[in-house]
């Protein structure tokens, strides 16, 4: 571990270097010792202690955390392309109004965008939405704007001309990071909806023409808007990349583009690039079209969904209500969704988990904690670990008639998927399996396993067995099994449930992620 | 004029380009022909007609606004160094709430922050502040907070504990941009404020420390807040720059900054770059140092001001309310006020302007914009040009009982300064100076002018005019005499108002920066 000083130190996990009820850390960089070395280490499994000097502060690093953390791993920027999954084209994904919230709150934040349906037909139900996430954005058009024909315009949103794929308010700095439309009533031909994924678009220009990336993510331009109460203005390039170069915001919005100051030669090669865009995102292949209809509500990151609607005759009746939220509040409210299982399963370990395991010399969560070192030792892919880790955690459950893996299966599904519910699920199977393909597998049950052998219906038929192996989740339920029968050793020490904790954080992270 | 014709065709003003009703453009970049070329041209004194091939297009661009628009002049963002008075430190700008909105919108756009004075010691009072020019950012923090001492804080802010300078929320992406305390109470020892230009001290360390300012400006850093309701993280460097290096975002934070993930060569470097840039921020030299006290609201841009609090007791009564509202929002109730006398002048020159102007042969208007055209054709500077213009304003005005040029130097100084308001207020006593100093002056008179002579007091007397002659703005109010008296030809086109209100924004523009 060669991890900068001054790295470490400033990281120290202590309660004079950090308070501990807000978790914030008590010092400034000026604080420190400069220059800060190491002079003293020891380390056992779980953690590794130092002393700093030349001041002889002392700080303990839990390996899980030091893991979790460490350099190399670059930031974890949830606004650039890497953060994303960037779609040529893609169905429209649709959720409902009133059901999980995690999977739409992740569909945006990941692929952009997400149509949330049986949203109640009601003024100002938009407002509800983005409440249910974070806060609404008030800016000169309202708390709510209304995207309908009117008789004085002030924007072309209110009138019923085709609109091409633009951001939003691309005048405004900071821009509105996440854009609602509700629909309340459409009942034209055309004003439908497309959408757009401008970091692909992006990411293919640069694959493409590369100079005319250069240009746009290096020229800023100014768009304005001006009525009667406002006059905005706002300098950005239309391709923003962050210091490294990642993909971070579009800007795209024609009708607001004012005259470019920069040099003839600049804008030459700025308006080359921008028609080069410009076609991109044109392109049909690039496209999601879809109609809205009343109870629809399309939530999109307006940094990098651009949206476009075809013409309707200003006559006819179509009324969609909008309104403006940000993005970090939409991340917070998917981290404290992500949380949530780790927050339960904490609980649960120091909880019911300190119970005794019935009949073994283990507790339940030593057991289960066991058994994830044993997948971990074994190279075992994230999903099994987790699996060994929750495998028993029926038996912490409150009571629910259920037996303990349908139980536990039942429970995890609500925040992971097959791969960690289905060898959950069949761990039990699993122990039923084996004793009827593996002769010697039954002399190595515990006196206890034994016992409830006999009530979870014996060892499997050949022809039981048979279906169960080549069902999908097979091997993992047996490997699993495996680990299971393997951790209820008194003599072993456990890791803590911290230590499996990244472990879970990823998986929930990736849960997000589209396929 | 060797504009590119894409550049053109793409600004074209025309009412098929642009929504009259919107002034937003109606076409895409991808409507046009590409390429595209000017085929003819033809130009008179106030405009420019071009056809476009190969669509034979027609636009007329009107020189003032090809002057003002010209390319070469960069984009004008109002959120980069070069756009702000940067300080190492300065006397706090205090302002009386319920006075004029300008000045001290400007401040904070210019200098980064302004003290308003007599906000009403009244909760909720800095929902009214924030409202006045723009709209709250609510946060988890709520749409307003407390800072004062909590007995559960979620945040250090919330206690009596020092606190060094850092901007807020860097956490949160869009960050608030500015932010607003408001004093109710403030009974401490201690507890005093102090506020450092981030951009100033960033400009420094560009200067001193080459290295360590690309390595803050390059290195995205994450900040993170945590607590039950939210887990909030964004990654952006500490310094912010736009694609061509100017300094636009500081994000400074201890407390929150989360371990460097880079790899260990960056994350020595910069913490090198950071330790250097903190030092800077800390020194005395770089500090406003202030006391809130009951009814003082402090308003400052947090993308570039941080601001520290120095200690105080736990058991002591200090309160402050806070909110968080936009820059753009601001900068527009800047324009939208600094627009206010553009459109009160349009008004006026195309109302009682539009009138004779007694016993002259050209109107008032007509006579205004002679002189205007007189000063600009002798190379004057903004400022004389626009007393040219302005000079008589006191005959249009509705009826004060004061003598025009009194009554016209006092409308104007609502929105310019004396360079000015005094050459206008000094006209008629040019008049009478010129007079008595220049034998032949008299005889150049127009009849009305001699009439009026009389009546204004008719020639100073030696000691009358070496009083005038030894005023500061006596040269100036000289000129504009002169360009008034050449300004009476009705054989002289004269070009519209319209060709001047460049000038106007400039003067305007640069009213706000403090000198």
């Known amino acids: 571990m060669d991890l900068p000083a001054v790295w470490l130190r400033d990281n120290c996990r202590c309660a004079k270097c950090r308070d501990p009820r807000t978790g914030q850390k008590l010092f400034d960089i000026t ?41 190399g791993r670059g930031e974890q920027d949830f606004r650039v392309e890497s953060a994303k999954d960037l779609w040529p ?7 409902t109004w009133g059901g999980p919230e ?36 008030e800016t000169n058009y309202g708390r709510l704007f209304h995207v309908r024909v009117e008789a004085e315009p002030n924007n072309l949103a209110f009138t019923g001309l085709p609109i091409s794929p633009h951001t939003d308010n691309p005048y405004r700095d900071p821009v509105p990071t996440v854009q609602l439309l509700h629909c309340l009533e459409n009942a034209v031909e055309g004003g439908e909806t497309t959408l757009v994924d401008g970091f692909h678009a992006a990411a293919v220009l640069r694959e493409r023409d590369p100079a005319a990336f250069r240009a746009l993510s290096g020229t800023p331009v100014t768009f304005e808007f001006a009525d009667r109460d406002a006059v905005l203005r706002a300098s950005r390039p239309l391709i923003g990349v962050d210091p490294r170069g990642r993909i971070r915001e579009i800007r795209f919005n024609n009708r607001s583009l004012r005259p470019l100051g920069w040099s003839a030669e600049e804008i030459t090669e700025f308006y ?53 939220a940000d993005l970090d509040s939409l991340a917070s409210r998917v981290e404290v969704l992500r949380r949530e299982p780790l927050v339960a399963l904490s609980a649960l370990f120091a909880g019911a988990g300190a119970q005794d395991y019935l009949g073994e010399e283990v507790t339940q969560a030593e057991h289960m904690l066991q058994a994830a070192a044993r997948a971990e030792a074994a190279g075992a892919p994230d999903h099994l ?5 929750l495998h028993d955690i029926g038996h912490v459950l409150p009571e629910t008639g259920q037996h303990h893996d349908e139980a536990g299966a ?17 761990h039990v199977a699993a122990k039923r399996y084996l004793c009827a393909v593996e002769p010697d597998y039954f002399g190595r049950l515990s006196a206890a396993s034994v016992h409830t052998l006999s009530l979870q219906g014996g060892p499997m038929t050949a022809e039981q067995a048979g279906e ?10 047996v490997a699993v099994r495996r680990w299971d029968e ?27 992620r589209p396929g």
């Open 272 to 324: 080359r690039a921008y028609r080069v865009f410009a076609e991109l995102l044109a392109e049909p292949a690039h496209q999601v079209r879809m109609r809205l209809n009343p109870g629809d509500c399309l939530v999109f990151d307006n940094t990098r969904v651009l949206h476009a609607r075809t013409g309707f005759a200003d006559t006819g009746r179509r009324h969609l209500e909008g309104c403006y």
């Open 468 to 477: 169960f192996a080549a069902g999908p989740y097979a091997a993992d339920a």
């Open 31 to 71: 604080d420190l010792p400069d220059p800060i070395t190491v002079t003293d280490r020891v380390e056992d499994e779980f953690a590794v202690h130092l002393v700093f000097g030349p001041d002889g502060h002392r700080s303990t690093f839990d390996r899980a955390w030091l893991h979790e953390n460490q350099p």
């Open 102 to 137: 995690l999977p739409w709150l992740e569909s945006v934040l990941c692929r952009g965008f997400a149509v949330l349906s049986e949203v109640p037909v009601e003024p100002g139900a938009v407002l509800r939405v983005a409440e249910s996430f974070g806060y609404v954005r």
């Open 410 to 426: 039942a429970w995890l599904a609500r925040w992971f998927g097959q791969e960690v519910t289905e060898p959950v699920r069949l």
């Open 385 to 389: 670990v987790a699996a060994a880790l």
């Open 486 to 512: 393997a951790a209820k050793d008194p003599a072993l020490a456990s890791p803590p449930l911290e230590h499996f904790l990244p472990v879970l954080r990823r998986i929930l992270e990736r849960a997000g």
């Open 89 to 95: 084209s893609i169905d429209p994904p649709v959720f």
